[in-house]
């Protein structure tokens, strides 16, 4: 389990990863040999996943966000959701209640690359009954930043 302190390190790296481990230490008045510690600590519990680098989608081309509501054959779902797993632009996929089984997140260049994973990959998965497309507009806010304290 975590403390206060794990919580606090936590926060202080899901704001900046590349924050030094002494201006950590410094913060929580701990030495950084500690910081390092407790930071080993969390990745072996998997708290701590990865480190990873955020990119502005529009900044390389890739223009569209969009949602698609898939509603399945709930005895083929698992392999529904591997295969999603393959499909390149596929940001996320979530298993909700409602009129769908799955939502899925998928990001691409343009409508027509959107409309292609849709459908030429999504729809003809084994057991899609059927899906809807939601477009982004605009994001207001995206982040992966849980609030811990």
Known sequence: MIDETDKKILDILQRDVNTPLREIGAVLNISAPAVFKRIKKMKKMGVIRRETVIIDP?????????????AAELDKLDKIVSTLMNIKGVLGIYLITGEFDILIKVI??????FRDIVIHKINEIDGVVR???MISF???KDTNYIPLL
Do not use: C, N, Q, Y
């Open 58 to 70: 529009k900044t390389v081309g890739m223009d569209l966000i969009g949602f698609v509501g898939i």
């Open 131 to 133: 899906t809807t497309t």
């Open 108 to 113: 691409a260049r343009d409508m027509k690359s």
């Open 138 to 140: 605009e994001t207001k």
